[in-house]
């Protein structure tokens, strides 16, 4: 088991821009060495040319800067976690509507969210939209936080009877968001208020919906196989697994690989290399005056605060507010 009075992490992120004309995902992240706290922000931009590059780095700048800004008490900070998830949520959004206010070229942009949070053994989070948060345990892939996509909308009809699945699988709204950050109000959140408790041998992977190009079995054997190798190399070997589809629509993929660790427990492998960690990116510059799962052109988002899986070392299910 992981004692949660000595955890470390070894994280590193890496980003891919796939087939796509723009890079529109978003992801950066900050594990202090010796902390045991850390955290990752992701977003996906949509909008394509009205500047959903953009709208990802607002909404990862901003929620990085407010975690970070908090991160100082960590006792505090996961005492009121919930409601400082939903704040800096809110902050990004209020910045997506501000900046879109003075760019007309810009309206209609959005980002999805994804931010999970540690304090040693705790995992916490927010997100919005259909950015996947795994835990892979024993074996095992599960998703942790919600789906906000007409996907996972289509498939409880199916579930409960009330439509065919071929008609929801050919669906043309299929792999729709229902929930993004826009500047507009957030429609619906999947904010963690109860931590899931991390065990020994567990990996934490938050993604973009482009490694999602990847069926779950094979992330799943990745990580399986991977287990004992650094986050980076991790990183490095799902994006070279994306690479190696060659799919046509692949879209931008972002990820972030978190595994905790006790540093005193016995039989424990050297702890990995420390990660880097870059800053994250800055922000926006201000108004000026004046099987796969293709996408289909739903969007195309840019690399904040990483960098790119080739520059890794090479080497070697369902959300619930009880604890995991």
């Given at each position: ?32 060495v ?60 209020a ?116 490694l999602?190009f ?29 690479e ?32 880097q ?48």
């Open positions: 088991m992981l004692h949660s009075a000595e955890i470390e992490y070894d994280a590193a992120t890496a980003i891919s821009q796939g087939r796509r004309e723009r890079q529109e995902d978003a992801v950066a992240a900050d594990f202090p010796g902390t045991g706290t850390g955290f990752a922000v992701l977003a996906d931009g949509m909008g394509g040319h009205a500047a959903g590059d953009i709208a990802s780095r607002i909404v990862v700048t901003e929620v990085f800067s407010e975690l970070k800004l908090q991160a100082g008490d960590p006792a505090a900070l996961e005492q009121a976690i919930g409601a400082v998830l939903q704040q800096a949520a809110n902050g990004a959004d910045c997506l509507g501000e900046y879109a206010s003075h760019q007309p070229q810009a309206r209609g942009m959005g980002a999805t969210l994804l931010a999970p949070v540690l304090f040693c053994d705790r995992l916490y989070w927010i997100s919005a939209g259909d950015s996947p948060l795994y835990l892979f345990r024993e074996g095992r892939l599960i998703r942790l936080n919600a789906d906000h996509s007409m996907a996972s909308e289509l498939d409880g009809l199916v579930a409960e009877g009330r439509m065919d699945a071929a008609e929801a699988a050919s669906h043309p709204d299929r792999h729709c968001v229902t929930s993004v950050l826009t500047g507009a109000g957030i429609p619906r959140i999947d904010c963690r208020s109860v931590p899931v408790r991390l065990q020994a041998g567990d990996i934490v992977l938050a993604a973009s919906d482009g999602q990847l069926p779950e079995a094979e992330i799943a054997a990745v990580l399986a196989a991977e287990s004992l190798s650094p986050s980076a190399r991790i990183g490095a070997v799902l994006m070279q697994r994306l190696a589809l060659d799919a046509p629509e692949q879209d931008n993929a972002a990820l972030c690989v978190i595994k905790p660790f006790d540093p005193r427990a016995a039989g424990q492998s050297a702890a990995p290399a420390p990660a960690h870059p800053a994250p990116a800055q922000p926006a510059p201000p108004p000026q005056t004046p099987a796969p799962r293709p996408r289909g052109g739903r969007r195309v988002v840019t690399l904040l605060a990483s960098a790119t899986w080739r520059a890794a070392p090479a080497a070697s299910q369902t959300k619930t507010d009880a604890p995991v």
